[in-house]
Protein backbone atom coordinates (compact mmCIF):
# COMPACT_ATOMS: atom_id res chain seq x y z
CA UNK A 1 0.00 0.00 0.00
CA UNK A 2 1.29 3.43 -0.37
CA UNK A 3 2.88 5.95 1.97
CA UNK A 4 0.71 8.44 0.09
CA UNK A 5 -2.60 8.38 0.26
CA UNK A 6 -3.42 11.61 -1.81
CA UNK A 7 -1.23 10.56 -4.55
CA UNK A 8 -3.28 7.30 -4.83
CA UNK A 9 -6.39 8.82 -5.13
CA UNK A 10 -4.89 11.23 -7.99
CA UNK A 11 -3.86 8.43 -9.88
CA UNK A 12 -7.18 6.65 -9.30
CA UNK A 13 -8.75 9.59 -11.46
CA UNK A 14 -5.72 9.56 -13.56
CA UNK A 15 -7.25 6.11 -14.31
CA UNK A 16 -10.63 6.88 -14.84
CA UNK A 17 -10.19 9.79 -16.58
CA UNK A 18 -8.03 7.76 -19.41
CA UNK A 19 -10.97 5.06 -19.46
CA UNK A 20 -13.58 7.99 -20.29
CA UNK A 21 -11.48 9.12 -23.41
CA UNK A 22 -12.56 7.30 -26.63
CA UNK A 23 -10.37 5.28 -27.84
CA UNK A 24 -8.45 5.63 -31.40
CA UNK A 25 -9.25 2.96 -33.53
CA UNK A 26 -6.48 0.87 -35.83
CA UNK A 27 -7.15 3.15 -39.11
CA UNK A 28 -6.52 6.82 -37.08
CA UNK A 29 -3.40 4.97 -35.96
CA UNK A 30 -1.93 4.41 -39.74
CA UNK A 31 -3.06 8.09 -40.44
CA UNK A 32 -0.90 9.23 -37.57
CA UNK A 33 1.58 7.31 -39.44
CA UNK A 34 1.41 8.74 -42.74
CA UNK A 35 1.43 12.16 -41.77
CA UNK A 36 4.33 11.23 -39.91
CA UNK A 37 3.20 13.13 -36.91
CA UNK A 38 5.62 13.06 -34.04
CA UNK A 39 5.23 14.99 -30.74
CA UNK A 40 7.80 17.34 -29.53
CA UNK A 41 9.17 17.54 -26.16
CA UNK A 42 8.71 21.02 -26.41
CA UNK A 43 4.72 20.59 -27.75
CA UNK A 44 3.49 18.34 -25.46
CA UNK A 45 0.13 19.02 -24.75
CA UNK A 46 -0.76 20.65 -21.15
CA UNK A 47 -1.79 17.70 -19.00
CA UNK A 48 -4.94 18.56 -16.76
CA UNK A 49 -3.69 19.27 -12.73
CA UNK A 50 -4.64 16.66 -10.58
CA UNK A 51 -7.14 18.66 -8.29
CA UNK A 52 -8.76 19.08 -11.43
CA UNK A 53 -8.75 15.18 -12.36
CA UNK A 54 -10.08 14.23 -8.41
CA UNK A 55 -13.07 16.72 -8.74
CA UNK A 56 -13.88 15.38 -12.68
CA UNK A 57 -15.18 12.12 -10.38
CA UNK A 58 -17.82 13.62 -8.82
CA UNK A 59 -21.69 14.69 -10.54
CA UNK A 60 -22.97 18.15 -9.17
CA UNK A 61 -26.21 18.43 -10.26
CA UNK A 62 -25.07 17.25 -13.74
CA UNK A 63 -25.64 13.62 -15.57
CA UNK A 64 -23.29 11.34 -16.06
CA UNK A 65 -23.91 11.59 -19.50
CA UNK A 66 -23.60 15.11 -19.66
CA UNK A 67 -20.44 15.53 -17.96
CA UNK A 68 -18.88 12.52 -20.31
CA UNK A 69 -19.80 14.90 -22.91
CA UNK A 70 -18.40 17.68 -22.26
CA UNK A 71 -15.19 15.80 -20.92
CA UNK A 72 -15.05 14.16 -24.23
CA UNK A 73 -15.95 17.52 -26.19
CA UNK A 74 -12.98 19.45 -24.35
CA UNK A 75 -10.58 16.78 -25.32
CA UNK A 76 -11.66 16.73 -29.03
CA UNK A 77 -10.80 20.79 -28.72
CA UNK A 78 -8.11 20.51 -27.23
CA UNK A 79 -6.51 17.81 -29.08
CA UNK A 80 -7.37 19.20 -32.44
CA UNK A 81 -5.55 22.75 -31.59
CA UNK A 82 -2.44 20.84 -30.47
CA UNK A 83 -2.19 18.88 -34.14
CA UNK A 84 -3.00 22.06 -35.79
CA UNK A 85 0.09 23.78 -33.59
CA UNK A 86 1.67 20.30 -34.20
CA UNK A 87 0.67 20.69 -38.16
CA UNK A 88 2.59 24.00 -38.49
CA UNK A 89 5.55 23.08 -36.74
CA UNK A 90 5.72 19.91 -39.15
CA UNK A 91 4.60 22.03 -42.44
CA UNK A 92 8.00 23.93 -41.83
CA UNK A 93 10.10 21.22 -40.65
CA UNK A 94 9.12 19.22 -44.16
CA UNK A 95 9.58 22.76 -45.65
CA UNK A 96 13.07 22.13 -44.74
CA UNK A 97 13.36 18.81 -45.30
CA UNK A 98 12.01 19.40 -49.11
CA UNK A 99 14.47 22.40 -49.38
CA UNK A 100 17.10 19.30 -47.96
CA UNK A 101 15.97 16.49 -49.87
CA UNK A 102 15.66 18.42 -53.01
CA UNK A 103 19.32 19.63 -53.32
CA UNK A 104 20.36 15.75 -52.47
CA UNK A 105 17.49 14.42 -54.49
CA UNK A 106 19.27 11.69 -56.55
CA UNK A 107 16.51 12.45 -59.55
CA UNK A 108 17.99 15.89 -59.32
CA UNK A 109 20.99 14.75 -60.27
CA UNK A 110 20.27 12.51 -62.66
CA UNK A 111 18.52 15.34 -63.62
CA UNK A 112 21.85 17.44 -64.33
CA UNK A 113 23.68 14.54 -66.07
CA UNK A 114 21.41 13.78 -68.69
CA UNK A 115 21.00 17.56 -69.15
CA UNK A 116 25.34 17.72 -69.65
CA UNK A 117 25.32 14.12 -71.59
CA UNK A 118 22.29 15.69 -74.36
CA UNK A 119 25.53 18.68 -74.59
CA UNK A 120 27.91 16.32 -74.74
CA UNK A 121 29.96 17.54 -71.67
CA UNK A 122 30.73 15.60 -68.58
CA UNK A 123 28.50 16.14 -65.05
CA UNK A 124 30.62 17.94 -63.03
CA UNK A 125 29.07 19.77 -59.88
CA UNK A 126 31.79 22.19 -59.21
CA UNK A 127 32.54 23.60 -62.52
CA UNK A 128 29.38 24.13 -65.02
CA UNK A 129 31.32 23.99 -68.57
CA UNK A 130 29.28 25.21 -71.17
CA UNK A 131 31.52 27.29 -73.40
CA UNK A 132 30.31 27.11 -77.04
CA UNK A 133 27.25 24.30 -76.81
CA UNK A 134 24.71 26.33 -79.09
CA UNK A 135 22.75 26.42 -75.92
CA UNK A 136 18.90 27.22 -76.48
CA UNK A 137 16.70 29.36 -74.58
CA UNK A 138 15.03 26.64 -73.21
CA UNK A 139 18.68 24.99 -72.38
CA UNK A 140 18.73 28.07 -70.39
CA UNK A 141 15.49 27.79 -68.78
CA UNK A 142 16.49 23.86 -68.08
CA UNK A 143 19.51 24.82 -66.29
CA UNK A 144 17.94 27.82 -64.06
CA UNK A 145 15.52 24.87 -62.74
CA UNK A 146 18.68 22.67 -61.85
CA UNK A 147 20.88 24.81 -59.83
CA UNK A 148 19.30 24.08 -56.92
CA UNK A 149 20.64 20.66 -57.43
CA UNK A 150 24.08 22.29 -57.61
CA UNK A 151 24.53 23.78 -54.35
CA UNK A 152 28.54 23.15 -54.24
CA UNK A 153 29.13 25.02 -57.90
CA UNK A 154 32.39 27.11 -57.96
CA UNK A 155 32.48 27.75 -61.89
CA UNK A 156 29.65 28.39 -64.56
CA UNK A 157 30.92 29.11 -68.22
CA UNK A 158 28.26 30.30 -70.85
CA UNK A 159 30.46 31.35 -73.25
CA UNK A 160 30.07 31.79 -77.47
CA UNK A 161 26.22 31.04 -76.66
CA UNK A 162 24.31 33.88 -78.36
CA UNK A 163 21.35 32.83 -76.84
CA UNK A 164 22.11 33.40 -73.40
CA UNK A 165 21.17 37.00 -74.02
CA UNK A 166 17.57 37.94 -72.81
CA UNK A 167 17.92 35.08 -70.85
CA UNK A 168 20.23 35.41 -67.72
CA UNK A 169 17.72 36.57 -65.46
CA UNK A 170 15.89 33.38 -65.51
CA UNK A 171 19.22 32.15 -64.11
CA UNK A 172 20.31 34.56 -61.54
CA UNK A 173 16.90 34.78 -59.61
CA UNK A 174 18.33 30.68 -58.62
CA UNK A 175 21.64 31.76 -57.75
CA UNK A 176 20.33 32.09 -54.18
CA UNK A 177 21.52 28.13 -54.64
CA UNK A 178 25.04 28.46 -55.80
CA UNK A 179 26.16 31.06 -53.23
CA UNK A 180 29.60 29.73 -53.28
CA UNK A 181 29.92 30.53 -56.97
CA UNK A 182 33.50 32.01 -57.45
CA UNK A 183 33.67 32.28 -61.45
CA UNK A 184 31.52 33.56 -64.18
CA UNK A 185 32.27 33.70 -67.68
CA UNK A 186 29.94 35.05 -70.27
CA UNK A 187 31.73 35.62 -73.31
CA UNK A 188 30.47 36.80 -76.39
CA UNK A 189 26.42 36.11 -75.02
CA UNK A 190 24.66 39.10 -76.71
CA UNK A 191 23.72 40.30 -73.11
CA UNK A 192 20.99 43.05 -73.11
CA UNK A 193 20.66 45.45 -70.66
CA UNK A 194 17.91 43.75 -68.80
CA UNK A 195 20.97 41.13 -68.34
CA UNK A 196 23.36 43.77 -67.02
CA UNK A 197 20.49 44.73 -64.48
CA UNK A 198 20.04 41.07 -63.91
CA UNK A 199 23.69 40.57 -62.89
CA UNK A 200 23.59 43.50 -60.68
CA UNK A 201 21.16 42.59 -58.36
CA UNK A 202 22.79 38.79 -57.99
CA UNK A 203 26.18 40.36 -56.66
CA UNK A 204 24.03 40.89 -53.47
CA UNK A 205 23.69 36.83 -53.78
CA UNK A 206 26.82 35.68 -55.28
CA UNK A 207 29.03 37.29 -52.54
CA UNK A 208 32.41 34.66 -53.19
CA UNK A 209 32.53 35.86 -56.70
CA UNK A 210 36.12 36.14 -57.16
CA UNK A 211 36.07 36.18 -61.29
CA UNK A 212 33.48 38.01 -63.85
CA UNK A 213 34.29 38.21 -67.75
CA UNK A 214 31.69 39.55 -69.82
CA UNK A 215 34.18 40.22 -72.84
CA UNK A 216 32.22 40.53 -76.33
CA UNK A 217 29.42 41.15 -75.31
CA UNK A 218 28.75 45.07 -77.41
CA UNK A 219 25.37 45.72 -75.71
CA UNK A 220 27.34 46.69 -72.47
CA UNK A 221 28.36 50.00 -73.88
CA UNK A 222 26.94 52.71 -71.98
CA UNK A 223 25.13 50.52 -69.80
CA UNK A 224 28.08 49.41 -67.91
CA UNK A 225 26.67 51.37 -64.47
CA UNK A 226 23.60 49.19 -64.68
CA UNK A 227 26.02 46.51 -62.93
CA UNK A 228 28.76 48.86 -61.12
CA UNK A 229 26.09 50.69 -58.95
CA UNK A 230 24.98 47.61 -57.73
CA UNK A 231 28.85 46.52 -56.32
CA UNK A 232 28.69 46.91 -52.19
CA UNK A 233 32.09 47.88 -50.49
CA UNK A 234 34.40 44.47 -49.74
CA UNK A 235 33.38 42.66 -52.91
CA UNK A 236 35.98 40.08 -53.33
CA UNK A 237 36.14 40.53 -57.28
CA UNK A 238 39.71 39.65 -58.34
CA UNK A 239 39.67 39.77 -62.26
CA UNK A 240 37.13 41.83 -64.38
CA UNK A 241 37.00 41.54 -67.88
CA UNK A 242 35.22 43.83 -70.37
CA UNK A 243 37.19 43.04 -73.42
CA UNK A 244 35.39 44.56 -76.64
CA UNK A 245 32.11 45.60 -75.11
CA UNK A 246 32.06 49.12 -76.70
CA UNK A 247 32.88 51.07 -73.65
CA UNK A 248 31.62 54.56 -73.94
CA UNK A 249 33.76 57.63 -72.03
CA UNK A 250 30.62 57.52 -69.22
CA UNK A 251 31.14 53.50 -68.86
CA UNK A 252 34.79 54.86 -67.87
CA UNK A 253 34.04 57.03 -65.15
CA UNK A 254 31.37 54.51 -63.56
CA UNK A 255 34.23 51.94 -63.71
CA UNK A 256 36.57 54.21 -61.47
CA UNK A 257 33.74 54.86 -59.33
CA UNK A 258 33.83 51.46 -57.84
CA UNK A 259 37.50 50.84 -57.95
CA UNK A 260 37.41 52.04 -54.19
CA UNK A 261 34.97 48.74 -53.29
CA UNK A 262 37.00 45.66 -55.56
CA UNK A 263 40.55 46.31 -53.29
CA UNK A 264 41.36 42.92 -53.78
CA UNK A 265 41.56 43.01 -57.78
CA UNK A 266 44.28 41.65 -59.71
CA UNK A 267 43.27 41.48 -63.58
CA UNK A 268 41.95 44.37 -65.25
CA UNK A 269 40.98 43.65 -68.82
CA UNK A 270 39.53 47.09 -71.04
CA UNK A 271 41.01 45.93 -74.34
CA UNK A 272 39.80 47.16 -77.62
CA UNK A 273 37.01 49.49 -75.80
CA UNK A 274 38.68 52.50 -78.22
CA UNK A 275 36.23 54.94 -76.69
CA UNK A 276 37.44 54.42 -72.99
CA UNK A 277 40.50 56.39 -73.58
CA UNK A 278 38.29 59.44 -72.94
CA UNK A 279 37.88 58.49 -69.29
CA UNK A 280 41.45 56.88 -68.85
CA UNK A 281 42.93 59.72 -66.73
CA UNK A 282 39.71 59.35 -64.50
CA UNK A 283 40.19 55.58 -64.07
CA UNK A 284 44.35 56.17 -63.53
CA UNK A 285 43.46 58.19 -60.54
CA UNK A 286 41.33 55.35 -58.99
CA UNK A 287 43.79 52.81 -59.59
CA UNK A 288 45.46 53.56 -56.33
CA UNK A 289 42.82 51.78 -55.09
CA UNK A 290 43.41 48.67 -56.49
CA UNK A 291 46.97 48.28 -55.32
CA UNK A 292 47.28 44.51 -55.42
CA UNK A 293 46.47 44.57 -59.42
CA UNK A 294 48.50 42.48 -61.25
CA UNK A 295 47.79 42.58 -64.89
CA UNK A 296 46.51 45.83 -66.59
CA UNK A 297 45.24 45.00 -70.14
CA UNK A 298 44.64 48.50 -72.30
CA UNK A 299 45.31 47.24 -75.69
CA UNK A 300 43.28 49.19 -78.05
CA UNK A 301 42.19 51.56 -75.94
CA UNK A 302 42.27 55.07 -77.90
CA UNK A 303 44.91 55.93 -75.29
CA UNK A 304 46.50 59.21 -75.98
CA UNK A 305 50.18 61.11 -75.13
CA UNK A 306 47.75 63.04 -71.56
CA UNK A 307 46.29 59.49 -71.24
CA UNK A 308 49.88 58.03 -71.17
CA UNK A 309 50.88 60.83 -68.60
CA UNK A 310 47.84 59.88 -66.17
CA UNK A 311 48.78 56.21 -66.29
CA UNK A 312 52.40 56.21 -65.12
CA UNK A 313 51.36 58.40 -62.61
CA UNK A 314 49.16 55.43 -61.29
CA UNK A 315 52.10 53.22 -61.52
CA UNK A 316 53.39 54.90 -58.46
CA UNK A 317 51.06 52.91 -56.43
CA UNK A 318 50.78 49.39 -58.49
CA UNK A 319 54.22 47.73 -57.04
CA UNK A 320 52.52 44.09 -57.47
CA UNK A 321 51.93 44.93 -61.31
CA UNK A 322 53.39 41.81 -63.50
CA UNK A 323 51.42 42.77 -66.62
CA UNK A 324 51.04 45.65 -68.37
CA UNK A 325 50.02 46.20 -72.31
CA UNK A 326 49.11 49.34 -73.53
CA UNK A 327 49.72 48.27 -76.88
CA UNK A 328 47.96 49.26 -80.58
CA UNK A 329 47.24 52.90 -79.08
CA UNK A 330 49.26 54.65 -81.88
CA UNK A 331 48.51 58.18 -80.71
CA UNK A 332 50.65 57.91 -77.21
CA UNK A 333 53.86 57.80 -79.70
CA UNK A 334 56.11 60.58 -78.55
CA UNK A 335 54.86 60.55 -74.93
CA UNK A 336 56.82 58.04 -73.23
CA UNK A 337 59.67 61.21 -72.68
CA UNK A 338 57.50 62.89 -70.34
CA UNK A 339 55.64 59.49 -69.02
CA UNK A 340 58.01 56.65 -68.11
CA UNK A 341 59.31 58.48 -64.52
CA UNK A 342 57.41 55.57 -62.62
CA UNK A 343 57.39 52.93 -64.94
CA UNK A 344 60.96 51.96 -64.09
CA UNK A 345 60.02 51.52 -60.84
CA UNK A 346 58.20 48.25 -61.53
CA UNK A 347 60.55 46.11 -60.14
CA UNK A 348 57.93 42.90 -60.55
CA UNK A 349 56.62 43.61 -63.54
CA UNK A 350 57.02 40.55 -66.05
CA UNK A 351 55.40 41.54 -69.24
CA UNK A 352 55.62 44.75 -71.05
CA UNK A 353 53.54 45.18 -74.50
CA UNK A 354 54.26 48.07 -76.47
CA UNK A 355 53.93 46.67 -79.77
CA UNK A 356 52.18 49.15 -82.27
CA UNK A 357 52.54 52.35 -80.15
CA UNK A 358 54.24 54.60 -82.47
CA UNK A 359 57.09 54.82 -80.74
CA UNK A 360 59.13 57.92 -82.28
CA UNK A 361 62.93 58.62 -81.51
CA UNK A 362 62.96 60.43 -78.56
CA UNK A 363 60.93 58.02 -76.81
CA UNK A 364 62.98 54.79 -77.73
CA UNK A 365 66.23 57.65 -75.97
CA UNK A 366 64.00 57.36 -72.74
CA UNK A 367 62.85 53.44 -73.06
CA UNK A 368 66.61 52.71 -73.65
CA UNK A 369 67.42 53.90 -70.58
CA UNK A 370 64.06 52.73 -68.42
CA UNK A 371 63.30 48.98 -69.67
CA UNK A 372 67.02 47.68 -68.53
CA UNK A 373 65.96 48.26 -65.09
CA UNK A 374 63.42 46.04 -65.51
CA UNK A 375 64.97 43.19 -63.37
CA UNK A 376 62.23 40.69 -63.60
CA UNK A 377 60.86 41.41 -67.08
CA UNK A 378 60.14 37.67 -68.71
CA UNK A 379 57.90 39.14 -71.89
CA UNK A 380 58.68 42.32 -74.25
CA UNK A 381 56.94 42.95 -76.98
CA UNK A 382 58.40 46.23 -79.29
CA UNK A 383 57.03 44.78 -83.01
CA UNK A 384 55.52 47.12 -85.56
CA UNK A 385 57.62 50.11 -83.79
CA UNK A 386 59.78 50.75 -87.15
CA UNK A 387 62.08 53.34 -84.51
CA UNK A 388 63.74 50.84 -83.02
CA UNK A 389 65.56 49.86 -85.75
CA UNK A 390 66.63 52.76 -87.01
CA UNK A 391 67.44 54.49 -83.52
CA UNK A 392 71.12 55.51 -82.54
CA UNK A 393 70.10 54.44 -79.14
CA UNK A 394 71.28 50.67 -78.17
CA UNK A 395 67.95 49.54 -76.36
CA UNK A 396 68.51 46.52 -78.11
CA UNK A 397 72.15 45.61 -77.11
CA UNK A 398 70.75 46.72 -73.03
CA UNK A 399 68.63 43.49 -73.12
CA UNK A 400 71.73 42.06 -71.80
CA UNK A 401 70.49 43.28 -68.32
CA UNK A 402 67.70 41.27 -68.83
CA UNK A 403 68.62 37.40 -68.57
CA UNK A 404 65.08 36.30 -67.06
CA UNK A 405 63.79 37.43 -70.86
CA UNK A 406 61.63 34.45 -72.36
CA UNK A 407 60.29 35.70 -74.85
CA UNK A 408 60.95 38.92 -77.02
CA UNK A 409 58.92 40.19 -80.47
CA UNK A 410 61.07 42.39 -82.54
CA UNK A 411 58.87 42.09 -85.46
CA UNK A 412 58.40 44.54 -88.27
CA UNK A 413 60.68 47.17 -86.33
CA UNK A 414 63.04 48.38 -89.63
CA UNK A 415 66.11 46.30 -88.00
CA UNK A 416 69.51 47.13 -90.05
CA UNK A 417 72.20 45.14 -89.70
CA UNK A 418 74.01 46.97 -86.83
CA UNK A 419 70.60 46.95 -84.90
CA UNK A 420 70.45 43.38 -85.73
CA UNK A 421 73.97 42.87 -84.79
CA UNK A 422 73.44 44.97 -81.32
CA UNK A 423 70.65 42.38 -80.84
CA UNK A 424 72.67 38.74 -81.47
CA UNK A 425 75.48 40.14 -79.10
CA UNK A 426 72.50 40.75 -76.58
CA UNK A 427 70.46 37.55 -77.03
CA UNK A 428 74.28 35.73 -75.88
CA UNK A 429 73.21 36.56 -72.39
CA UNK A 430 69.36 35.50 -72.08
CA UNK A 431 69.68 31.83 -71.49
CA UNK A 432 66.08 31.37 -70.92
CA UNK A 433 65.18 32.61 -74.46
CA UNK A 434 62.07 30.44 -75.55
CA UNK A 435 60.38 32.67 -77.98
CA UNK A 436 62.34 34.98 -80.60
CA UNK A 437 60.00 36.76 -83.10
CA UNK A 438 62.25 38.58 -85.82
CA UNK A 439 59.56 38.82 -88.49
CA UNK A 440 59.60 41.14 -91.34
CA UNK A 441 63.42 42.69 -90.54
CA UNK A 442 64.60 41.91 -94.46
CA UNK A 443 68.31 42.45 -92.74
CA UNK A 444 68.08 38.86 -91.27
CA UNK A 445 68.23 37.51 -94.69
CA UNK A 446 71.77 35.97 -95.44
CA UNK A 447 72.93 37.29 -91.68
CA UNK A 448 71.24 34.73 -89.90
CA UNK A 449 74.84 33.42 -89.09
CA UNK A 450 74.70 35.96 -86.31
CA UNK A 451 72.61 34.70 -84.42
CA UNK A 452 74.55 31.48 -84.15
CA UNK A 453 76.17 31.74 -80.97
CA UNK A 454 72.96 32.80 -79.63
CA UNK A 455 71.00 29.98 -81.30
CA UNK A 456 73.66 27.50 -79.37
CA UNK A 457 73.32 28.86 -75.59
CA UNK A 458 69.41 28.88 -76.29
CA UNK A 459 68.94 25.57 -75.32
CA UNK A 460 65.02 26.70 -74.03
CA UNK A 461 63.97 27.94 -77.63
CA UNK A 462 60.48 26.82 -78.80
CA UNK A 463 59.03 29.38 -81.03
CA UNK A 464 61.38 30.81 -83.92
CA UNK A 465 59.65 33.44 -86.28
CA UNK A 466 61.39 34.26 -89.49
CA UNK A 467 58.84 35.42 -91.55
CA UNK A 468 59.18 37.72 -94.32
CA UNK A 469 62.82 37.87 -93.20
CA UNK A 470 64.54 37.46 -96.73
CA UNK A 471 65.98 34.65 -95.74
CA UNK A 472 67.91 32.41 -98.32
CA UNK A 473 69.66 28.94 -98.92
CA UNK A 474 72.55 29.63 -96.41
CA UNK A 475 70.02 30.93 -93.87
CA UNK A 476 68.21 26.94 -94.32
CA UNK A 477 71.13 25.13 -94.29
CA UNK A 478 72.39 26.89 -90.75
CA UNK A 479 69.49 26.05 -88.93
CA UNK A 480 69.74 22.13 -89.93
CA UNK A 481 73.06 22.10 -89.32
CA UNK A 482 72.53 23.86 -85.44
CA UNK A 483 69.74 20.80 -85.42
CA UNK A 484 71.99 18.26 -86.40
CA UNK A 485 74.83 18.95 -84.05
CA UNK A 486 72.04 18.83 -80.64
CA UNK A 487 70.96 22.39 -80.53
CA UNK A 488 67.55 24.07 -81.06
CA UNK A 489 66.40 20.69 -79.88
CA UNK A 490 63.04 21.54 -77.74
CA UNK A 491 61.67 24.08 -81.34
CA UNK A 492 58.04 23.39 -81.70
CA UNK A 493 57.21 26.23 -83.74
CA UNK A 494 59.10 27.12 -86.75
CA UNK A 495 57.66 30.09 -89.51
CA UNK A 496 59.75 30.31 -92.30
CA UNK A 497 56.78 31.87 -94.88
CA UNK A 498 56.71 34.39 -97.03
CA UNK A 499 60.58 34.12 -98.00
CA UNK A 500 60.09 33.71 -101.81
CA UNK A 501 64.04 34.01 -102.06
CA UNK A 502 64.71 30.49 -101.07
CA UNK A 503 65.56 28.31 -104.09
CA UNK A 504 64.33 24.82 -104.46
CA UNK A 505 68.19 22.95 -103.87
CA UNK A 506 67.66 25.08 -100.48
CA UNK A 507 64.06 23.59 -99.92
CA UNK A 508 65.94 20.43 -100.22
CA UNK A 509 68.98 20.85 -98.15
CA UNK A 510 66.25 21.66 -95.87
CA UNK A 511 63.84 19.01 -96.03
CA UNK A 512 66.78 16.05 -96.08
CA UNK A 513 67.40 17.53 -92.33
CA UNK A 514 64.17 18.37 -91.25
CA UNK A 515 63.21 14.88 -89.11
CA UNK A 516 65.91 16.28 -86.87
CA UNK A 517 63.76 18.57 -85.22
CA UNK A 518 61.66 15.67 -83.18
CA UNK A 519 59.39 18.09 -80.88
CA UNK A 520 58.12 20.50 -83.45
CA UNK A 521 54.66 20.46 -84.10
CA UNK A 522 53.95 23.80 -86.60
CA UNK A 523 56.04 24.25 -88.97
CA UNK A 524 54.85 27.54 -92.27
CA UNK A 525 56.56 27.32 -95.37
CA UNK A 526 54.01 29.19 -97.23
CA UNK A 527 54.99 32.01 -99.67
CA UNK A 528 53.55 35.27 -99.96
CA UNK A 529 50.01 35.98 -101.63
CA UNK A 530 51.19 37.73 -104.49
CA UNK A 531 53.46 34.33 -105.60
CA UNK A 532 52.92 31.06 -106.76
CA UNK A 533 55.47 28.29 -107.16
CA UNK A 534 55.61 24.43 -108.25
CA UNK A 535 56.35 22.22 -105.30
CA UNK A 536 59.50 20.53 -107.61
CA UNK A 537 61.83 17.95 -105.94
CA UNK A 538 61.82 18.98 -102.09
CA UNK A 539 58.30 17.78 -102.27
CA UNK A 540 59.03 14.30 -101.78
CA UNK A 541 62.27 15.10 -99.32
CA UNK A 542 59.09 16.59 -97.16
CA UNK A 543 56.74 13.59 -97.01
CA UNK A 544 59.75 11.26 -95.93
CA UNK A 545 60.85 13.94 -93.50
CA UNK A 546 57.21 14.16 -92.25
CA UNK A 547 57.25 10.14 -91.46
CA UNK A 548 59.67 11.22 -88.87
CA UNK A 549 58.40 13.70 -86.75
CA UNK A 550 55.62 12.11 -84.32
CA UNK A 551 54.79 15.22 -82.89
CA UNK A 552 53.89 17.62 -86.21
CA UNK A 553 50.47 18.48 -86.40
CA UNK A 554 50.55 21.44 -88.60
CA UNK A 555 52.13 22.31 -91.62
CA UNK A 556 51.29 25.82 -93.99
CA UNK A 557 52.31 25.42 -97.58
CA UNK A 558 50.20 28.22 -99.33
CA UNK A 559 51.04 28.84 -102.93
CA UNK A 560 52.75 26.16 -103.27
CA UNK A 561 51.49 24.46 -106.52
CA UNK A 562 51.09 20.55 -106.05
CA UNK A 563 50.68 18.55 -109.22
CA UNK A 564 48.17 15.82 -109.16
CA UNK A 565 50.06 13.19 -108.18
CA UNK A 566 51.54 14.99 -105.60
CA UNK A 567 48.17 16.23 -103.82
CA UNK A 568 46.54 12.54 -103.52
CA UNK A 569 49.92 11.40 -101.65
CA UNK A 570 49.25 14.09 -99.72
CA UNK A 571 46.09 13.30 -98.94
CA UNK A 572 46.76 9.51 -98.50
CA UNK A 573 49.48 10.54 -96.29
CA UNK A 574 47.52 10.74 -92.79
CA UNK A 575 45.80 7.56 -93.22
CA UNK A 576 48.77 5.37 -95.12
CA UNK A 577 50.80 7.20 -91.48
CA UNK A 578 47.79 7.03 -89.26
CA UNK A 579 48.98 10.45 -88.71
CA UNK A 580 46.16 13.86 -88.04
CA UNK A 581 48.82 16.20 -89.54
CA UNK A 582 46.30 19.30 -90.68
CA UNK A 583 47.90 20.56 -94.04
CA UNK A 584 47.14 24.42 -95.12
CA UNK A 585 47.60 24.56 -98.71
Known amino acids: MSADPLKDDIQ ?13 SPFDFVIKQFQGKRSSPGKRKEQPSAIKKFFRGFDFGKSEGKDKREIEETEINNSEADDQSEKKDLSVEDGLSHLISEAESPFGEQRFNQFMQKLGKKPNSKNLDLNNCALSAADV ?6 LPFLPELEEISLSWNGCVGGTLKALTVHFHHV ?4 VLRLNNCRL ?16 QLEELDLSWNSNIGGKLSLLTKKLQKGCKLKLLKITDCNLTAKDGESLAEI ?3 IPNLEVLDLSINKYIGCS ?4 AQDLKNVPGLKELNLHMCGLKQDSLQGLDTALQHLAELRKLDISCNKEIGGGFKDST ?14 HQCGVTEEDMTVLSQVIPLLSSLQELNLSSNKHVGVSSDPLLGRLRFLPKLKSVAISNCGLGEESFSSLAEAALHLP ?35 SSCNLVAEDLALLTLLTRDGHLARLRKLDLSYNNNISDEGWVVFCQGLAVFKELSELDVSLRPSSCRDCGMWFGELLAALSKLPALAELGMQRWVLSESQRKRLESFNQDNKRNIRFDC
Open 432 to 466: ELEILDLSWNKCVGGNLKLLLGALKLATEIQVLRL
Open 179 to 182: NLLK
Open 280 to 283: MKVI
Open 12 to 24: SCQNKHEEDIPKS
Open 141 to 146: TELASL
Open 341 to 354: VHLASLKNLEVLDL
Open 259 to 261: LNV
Open 192 to 207: TAEDVTSLGDAFEIVS
